[in-house]
């Protein structure tokens, strides 16, 4: 079985040096190199300014990488056009309060990429953009809203709609649940579990919470100092970490409130 | 932003609607924007208004007084000048000529303005760097001697002063502009929308420029303020209109020497010039306000 998305020697790096004076690169993000499944979540973990979220947005698309190559389905996306790519990878954005547009509506937030990457008729986009905010559980209704009158949690589910209006196969969401407390990150967490179920997308998880990651990730990705540590499977990293910075990580964030 | 109307149905108010419902709440200034719509219809119909025309001379009145103070009558409100011309009626005129003019060079420096503005902020590398330099150098000269000089080069006259003066703050815009735009550009909304393919008048029209209203109505506010200030400062030195056109800084300078006979001269043209400022600032600010208050 070919992997649906696989990252080939990715870089990402930097003009100028640590040094005063001296020209040079500084390697922010690389070599990364790893592959996922279609279906599966993956999820990042690692310490502040360990580069996982430069890693994503270079595979989304937002910042450019230095060198190497990102293939869906054994497509380059270097050499896609701006639509496929779109088509393929989008990204949830990780606090909505300013992702979205403040002065848009939602039925005009949605139908924006329709409108740039799709042929569909107006009448048709209105009926996409329904199927998804039905599929991440909001009324119609909303599509006159703005988004300052919704709450959190529906200001998240539009954000998801906004990533899955396109039906793409990977969905990048960097740190979403950062911004809720742990209970609404929970219904969150369910919408997505459900629309994996019903579309089989694969999602890249960055997240914090570990005790969440292993309960949806397939597999984890330990990322430090800008390269990867570790990647493995959920079980094989939580009964069996390898490297020290694994074991503080999964330590620090499982308190025993018990004692 | 949800208002209710008399069948109890919920209807959603877009945010500029929002907007112009908060202003309407400021009694001050919606007061301002009617004498500012007033001081509008005033200089474009300023020929049919006048009583006099401002180039009549009336040897029988020389120097006489506005109407309220002794020895000034009802024949001219406002009194007359030393030629016995109607202090009133070039009021008006002066003002049409100052208050039009600024008018008109804040229109097109606000339309210029913004195109390159818009087109210097959303491009990258040499171009814009160039453009970045020259506003930079032209900004370190004060904008009145910029005015000096491209009047030194021209010829002194009515239009030549209103092209060196917007040629002079049209940096300033560009500048306003560019630097707004470019902290935009960092907005996730705005990255949100280039992901999803948005070209760059797509960019501006639904992204940019709808969440850049107050900083835009700030500037506009100062360019105009400014355009006022500096069209009757080069009328008083004499670099701006020319006899016989009249214009309310030219209408100070003309009276100058007659401080002492009749002080209204200067008072009254000086006065009109701070209603027009005070009104346009009282009514930007009323509006700055409820923009800043419609975006919490």
């Known amino acids: 079985m070919t992997a649906l998305l696989r990252i080939d020697n990715l870089y990402k790096q930097y003009k100028g040096s640590k040094f005063f004076l001296s020209s040079g690169f500084r390697n922010a993000v690389g070599p990364i190199n790893f592959t996922l499944e279609k279906g599966k979540i993956l999820t990042i973990i690692g310490e502040n300014g360990s580069g996982k ?31 496929d790519r779109c088509k393929s990878v989008r990204m949830i954005f990780q606090n909505p309060k300013v992702s979205l547009n403040p002065k848009m509506t939602i039925g005009k937030i949605l139908s924006a990429p329709l409108e740039l990457n799709t042929d569909l008729t107006a009448a048709q986009r209105k009926q996409q953009i329904i199927a998804t905010l039905e599929l991440v559980g909001l009324l119609p209704d909303y599509l006159q809203f703005y988004p300052n009158m919704l709450s959190a949690v529906q200001q998240h589910q539009v954000a998801i709609a906004r990533a899955m209006v396109l039906n793409p196969d990977v969905v990048i969401a960097d740190s979403i649940l950062s911004t809720l407390d742990i209970s609404l990150g929970f219904k969150i967490v369910n919408i997505l579990l459900k629309i994996q179920e019903k579309k089989g997308v694969s999602f890249i998880f960055i997240s914090h919470h570990m005790n969440l990651v292993r309960h949806i990730s397939d597999q984890i990705i330990v990322m430090q100092k800008g390269i990867i540590v570790e990647n493995n499977t959920t079980d094989n990293i939580f009964n069996s970490p390898q490297k020290m910075i694994t074991k503080n990580l999964l330590k620090s964030q499982q308190p025993d409130y018990r004692k | 932003m949800l208002i209710n109307n008399e069948f109890n149905e919920q209807k959603i108010q877009s945010p500029l609607h929002y907007i112009w419902s908060i202003f309407l709440k400021n009694n001050f200034a919606v007061f301002a924007m009617w004498v500012g719509i007033g001081l509008i219809l005033i200089s474009l119909f300023a020929d049919v208004i006048v009583l006099y025309s401002p180039f009549l001379q009336d040897p029988e009145h020389l120097l006489s007084a506005p109407y309220w103070i002794e020895g000034g009558t009802t024949e001219h409100l406002f009194g007359t000048d030393d030629l016995g011309r109607d202090t009133l009626a070039r009021l008006i005129k002066g003002f049409q000529f100052t208050f039009g003019g600024a008018l008109v060079i804040t229109c097109a420096i606000t339309f ?107 500037l506009v506010n100062r360019i105009f303020t400014m355009a006022i200030l500096e069209i009757a400062t080069l009328g008083f030195l004499g670099f701006g209109t020319q006899s016989p056109d009249i214009e309310l800084g030219k209408l100070i300078a003309d009276s100058i020497d007659l401080s002492y006979l009749s002080p209204w001269l200067i008072i009254l043209p000086g006065l009109l010039i701070f209603i027009i400022i005070m009104v346009v600032n009282i009514f930007t600010e009323g509006l700055r306000h409820a923009i800043i208050q419609g975006e919490d």
């Not at chain 2, 160039?130 to 491209?150: R, S």
């Open chain 1, 53 to 83: 979220s430069t890693l994503v947005q270079m595979i989304a698309g937002v910042i450019p990488s230095t060198s190497g190559d990102i293939y869906i389905n054994d497509h380059a996306l270097a050499t896609m056009t701006r639509q």
């Open chain 2, 112 to 218: 210029v303005g913004a195109i390159i503005g818009s087109t210097a902020a959303l491009t990258r590398g040499l171009k814009a760097s160039v453009l970045h330099h020259l506003l930079d150098a032209l900004l370190t000269i004060p904008t009145l001697l910029i005015a000096f000089i491209l009047i030194v080069l021209f010829d002194p006259s009515y239009q030549n002063a209103l092209i060196a003066v917007s040629l002079s703050l049209l940096p300033q815009f560009i500048r306003g502009i560019y630097n707004t735009i470019d902290s935009q550009l960092n907005k996730q909304y705005v990255v949100a929308l280039q992901l999803d393919g948005a070209t760059n008048i797509r960019l501006l029209r639904f992204g940019i420029y709808p969440n850049i209203l107050e900083p835009i109505v700030t």
